[in-house]
T-cell receptor, first 111, second 112 residues
Framework: GEDVEQSLFLSVREGDSSVINCTYT??????LYWYKQEPGAGLQLLTY?????DMKQDQRLTVLLNKKDKHLSLRIADTQTGDSAIYFC???????????FGSGTRLQVQP | KAGVTQTPRYLIKTRGQQVTLSCSPI?????VSWYQQTPGQGLQFLFE???????NKGNFPGRFSGRQFSNSRSEMNVSTLELGDSALYLC???????????FGQGTRLTVV
């Protein structure tokens, strides 16, 4: 089945850019997502990208997709302390309409 | 519009008991999916319901079941609870057409 990998931890200074990376195995994945989870909370959908796109920008968020390398990244510009959270990459199995998640990247923003 | 509502937020149950969790999707959404989140296994897909029918199922034992009502509200049931069932259970609702999956706040189940 699908496998999604993320690095576990990223620390940045406030005001810097953050880049969270994700790799996946199933080349037929058509939709790829980024979710944010704060302590004790559910998952907040940040953005998603369709597999025929290379890039998507939404305010401070930029998603880059390299289909050849099966690599997805999320860039957060001007990172703020409120961005501290766990970020999950997820890919859609369109046959089952189920999301496969990575293990999450904990982003720590230093003031 | 209102988001996905899950009740209760917290539950404590004893091994061997059963539990029912509830999820009310966003108005107009007919697809409801359930996920289990644990520190060890991460986020795993349980099942998806659409128009009162289970459309897809993950790799969980038969103790995990669900249903969906005509108003799209969904319930998830876990029978004969085990300590390993302690987790955050998340519900996601999806439009009929569209790819966004919106999650609720989850129900944190603790089995003692």
């Amino acid at each position: 089945g699908e496998d999604v990998e993320q690095s576990l931890f990223l620390s940045v200074r406030e005001g810097d850019s953050s880049v969270i990376n994700c790799t996946y195995t199933d080349s037929s994945s058509t939709y790829l997502y980024w979710y944010k989870q704060e302590p004790g909370a559910g998952l907040q959908l940040l953005t998603y990208i369709f597999s025929n796109m290379d890039m998507k920008q939404d305010q401070r968020l930029t998603v880059l997709l390299n289909k050849k390398d099966k690599h997805l990244s999320l860039r957060i510009a001007d990172t703020q302390t409120g961005d501290s959270a766990i970020y999950f990459c997820a890919v859609m199995d369109t046959g089952r309409r189920a999301l496969t998640f990575g293990s999450g990247t904990r982003l720590q923003v230093q003031p | 519009k209102a988001g996905v509502t899950q009740t209760p937020r917290y539950l404590i149950k004893t091994r061997g008991q059963q539990v029912t969790l509830s999820c009310s999707p966003i108005s107009g959404h007919r697809s409801v999916s359930w996920y289990q989140q644990t520190p060890g296994q991460g986020l795993q897909f349980l099942f998806e319901y659409f128009s009162e029918t289970q459309r897809n199922k993950g790799n969980f034992p038969g103790r995990f079941s669900g249903r969906q009502f005509s108003n799209s509200r969904s319930e998830m049931n876990v029978s004969t609870l085990e300590l390993g069932d302690s987790a955050l259970y998340l519900c996601a609702s999806r439009p009929d057409i569209g790819t966004e999956a919106f999650f609720g706040q989850g129900t944190r189940l603790t089995v003692v």
